[in-house]
């Protein structure tokens, strides 16, 4: 067992992907402050990390956490005070990369979905990365801060916001797939509110990651590729 | 006897001497810059304070893709910005950084890089071609640029890759950007995270003016016009066109006097020359 002491991001990050890369599978157990108060341990997979930011998904809650050491970052949840790991040869858990084409929005996440709900398993937890533009027929711009507040209560993943003219552009890395249909919908729900019409939702370079652990590789990929998916990688350790 | 130990130390020195300059030499000569460093920032640094001197980067980079598969990318840094490193492999650019690093760019990232490696090269092998304003379309440019991929390899060398910087201005696109009638946002996004380079609009708070390309690869080209053709009326005006050449081969006086000629007879070519780096 390694015990990254300090909760380093970056030490913890480059280690995880250092192990994974030795074909070994690492579950980390992780302490960590949350955001808006309580502490927390939990028991999970790494998602997707950077020298500043850890996906984080508890196994036993089912939930995600965004782990980095930026308050001031609107999307991190939780900031880790030690992060331990423990490696084994195989303990069943994969991670799956899945090409999803351009287009609209509400298509592109349905299939999404679809494609989350098809690999039939309990412990399973399903990631977007890629950029939703919503561009809207309005002569009023919209506050960055105000979409941010909404997101923050929605999506659990790496995001940022950005607003110009008549765009709101939301630019995601590993953010929970139920947390971004969530958050569309409220977004949609308060720009009709506002009188705002929107023009389009549109999904570019989008990709899922799905972590799964009691199906058989062959049974994602199959069910992955019935639906007219491309699976651009697997990771067989995790 | 003491003659002779004095004879001896003296050889001793001056064949240390002989080989300490070799050495210094041989480093000098081979790399004038070889390292590691973990963020773009710090590569951006080293890179930028080299190619303005001259030297080109070869780069090993470890990182995680924004897909969040593990990466290794080998390739060569054709451009560097304050924080980023631009890396050319596979008919695709890379921009690397890290979300640590204090300093980032506005266009996407491509790779969060854990660990980089860069050794630099001083070889006379990039030709760098400026191109007279284009009143076309990107076919039009496109068309030139695969004239000077033919003399190149008339000449007997091949071109290991061809990147383009330019300036597209469309008054339609423009009208249409400021009415709020294209998703201009997503446009860029749209050619910074396909490995097209860099895409900017050139603006001012109220008026777009014009959108700045940097670092295309040439095959790409279709593709850009794949993205604005849609939104574009007829013609557009193209201009600051460099076509940046890096030759597989150091080419000969011959080869040198040859390429430069006849790249220059091509109607629309400015100028060409062979640079050690473009900077």
């Known amino acids: ?238 | 006897m003491l003659i002779l130990r004095n004879l001896i130390l003296d050889i001793l020195v001056i064949a240390l001497l002989i080989f300490s300059f070799y050495y210094f030499l041989s480093l000098r000569g081979l790399h004038a810059y070889e390292g590691s460093m973990a963020d773009g920032l710090s590569a951006a640094y080293i890179a930028n304070y080299y190619r303005a001197r001259g030297s080109s980067f070869l780069a090993y980079v470890h990182g995680v893709s924004n897909e969040g598969m593990p990466m290794d990318v080998v390739g060569r840094v054709i451009d560097s910005t304050r924080s980023t490193i631009v890396i050319y492999s596979g008919n695709r650019t890379f921009s690397i950084y890290s979300d640590g690093q204090k300093v980032k760019e506005p266009f996407f990232k491509d790779i969060n890089s854990f660990y980089i490696q860069m050794r630099s090269v001083r070889e006379l092998r990039n030709v760098l071609v400026k191109i007279n304003p284009i009143s076309g379309n990107l076919y039009d440019l496109e068309a030139i640029c695969n004239n000077i991929n033919s003399v190149v390899r008339h000449s007997g060398l091949e071109a290991e890759l061809i990147t383009l910087n330019f300036y597209l201005f469309n008054s339609d696109l423009m009208n249409k950007i400021r009415s709020g009638d294209v998703p201009i946002q997503l446009i860029l996004y749209k050619i910074n995270t396909a490995g097209m380079g860099r895409a900017s609009l050139v603006t001012s708070v109220l008026n777009p003016y014009y959108l700045s390309i940097q670092d295309m690869p040439l095959q790409r080209i279709r593709d850009l016009d794949g993205i604005l053709g849609p939104w574009m009326g007829e013609d557009a005006f193209i201009s600051e066109i460099e076509v940046r050449i890096v030759l597989n081969k150091i080419p000969t006086q011959e080869q040198i006097s040859y390429i430069i000629r006849a790249i220059e007879a091509i109607p629309g070519v400015r100028f060409a020359k062979i640079v050690p780096e473009f900077w």
């Open chain 1, 1 to 238: 067992m390694f015990d990254i002491r300090g909760s380093s991001i970056t030490g913890a990050s480059a280690t995880y992907y250092k192990l994974v890369s030795n074909n070994v599978s690492v579950l980390a157990g992780v302490s960590m402050a949350r955001v808006e108060g309580g502490y927390l341990n939990a028991t999970g997979k790494i998602v997707y990390a950077t020298d500043s930011f850890i996906v984080f998904y508890d196994i036993t809650k089912g939930t995600t956490f965004l782990m980095g050491q930026d308050f001031t970052n609107p999307a991190v949840s939780a900031i880790p005070v030690r992060i331990t790991y423990r490696i084994a040869e195989d303990d069943g858990f994969r991670k799956f990369f899945i090409e999803i084409p351009d287009g609209d929005a509400v298509s592109v996440l349905s299939m999404a979905k679809t494609a989350c709900d098809s690999v039939k398993t309990l412990e399973k937890a399903c990631y977007l990365t890629g950029i939703i533009d919503v561009w809207y027929k309005s002569n009023s711009s919209i506050a960055s801060s105000l979409i941010n507040s909404l997101a923050v209560e929605d999506i659990q993943g790496i995001f940022e916001i950005e607003t110009a003219g008549n765009e709101i552009t939301l630019k995601l890395r590993a953010a929970s797939l139920d947390g971004v249909r969530l958050f569309l919908s409220d977004l949609s729900r308060m720009l009709a509110q506002q009188g705002i019409e929107t023009r389009k939702v549109y999904a570019v370079g989008i990709s899922e990651i799905i972590v799964e652990r009691g199906v058989g590789i062959s049974d994602v990929i199959s069910a992955i590729r019935n639906l007219g998916l491309e699976i651009a990688g697997i990771q067989e350790r995790c």
